[in-house]
């Protein structure tokens, strides 16, 4: 899986962009909740905070920001990249994550001659190849567009320069020719907004937003084939 492509100029393939955490895998695996408390504790030890008011002001700048990193690296000068290797290349991954065989078949079952497979993440390109290879499906991708630590100013979602990064990087045809599938409704919201085929993703015993962040709303991945039958292969049907 590459991390970019120039993609040649005969490709005309529409892009089907695919967040990771906690949309290739479940947020039952509670890595959102092990992500948190590191944060939690960068927030303590760098800004000599308490624990109190760290879950605050990490919480204000998610909100404001899309990610925690961002109001870090804005108003107190932290290097993403020593944030990177505290929060997000700590996580016990290898302990919690393992192949996903039912992911791996709905994925292999994209058609690829119809659409290119291409992750879209805030994460640091670490975490994005660690977790895809950890259920089995990296090669299943053709390139990942990530939040690069180090460059700053910090690009990410839901601004529309990510969304923008993402066609770039994956070549997309047309804006109107991009799908992307998330959990977060902020991301799924702006996605929306800017013309892409957007399915938010909310998992059984997550609460159905009241303003739903876009047109399509799944519970599981494996109804992106009854949304889009026209991009997989039937079930019995071998790449």
């Known amino acids: ?15 089907f962009f695919f967040d990771i955490d906690n949309c290739l895998y479940s947020k039952a ?29 990490h919480q204000k700048y998610y909100k404001e920001y899309g990610l925690a990193i961002e109001g870090l690296t804005r108003h107190h000068k932290i290097d993403p990249l020593e944030f990177n290797y505290e929060v997000d290349d700590a996580l016990p991954l290898d302990s919690i994550l393992k192949s996903d065989p039912a992911l791996r078949k709905l994925l292999k079952s994209l058609d690829t001659t119809k659409v290119k497979p291409w992750l879209l993440t805030n994460a640091y390109v670490n975490h994005a190849k660690r977790v895809v290879k950890l259920l089995g499906v990296d090669d299943l991708f053709e390139g990942v567009t990530y939040c690069d630590y180090s460059q700053l100013p910090l690009v990410c979602k839901p601004s529309q320069e990510m969304y923008a990064k993402a066609e770039m990087e994956a070549g997309a045809p047309s804006t109107e020719s991009c799908y992307f599938v998330d959990d977060s409704h902020l991301n799924c919201k702006h996605a929306q907004a800017r013309g892409w085929t957007t399915v938010h993703l909310v998992e059984p015993g997550i609460p ?13 991945l494996e109804e992106l084939r009854v949304h889009f039958p026209d991009l997989f292969r039937p079930e019995n049907d071998a790449p």
Do not use: W
Request: aromatic content about 6%.
């Open 1 to 15: 899986m590459a991390t970019s492509l120039n993609v040649p100029g005969n490709d005309s393939r529409p892009i």
């Open 29 to 57: 695996c509670n890595i959102h909740d092990e992500m948190q408390t590191l944060i939690n504790k960068f927030f303590v030890k760098h800004l000599a905070l308490n624990p109190n008011d760290a879950h605050m002001l």
């Open 208 to 220: 159905i937003p009241r303003v739903p962040a876009s047109r399509y709303l799944i519970s599981s």
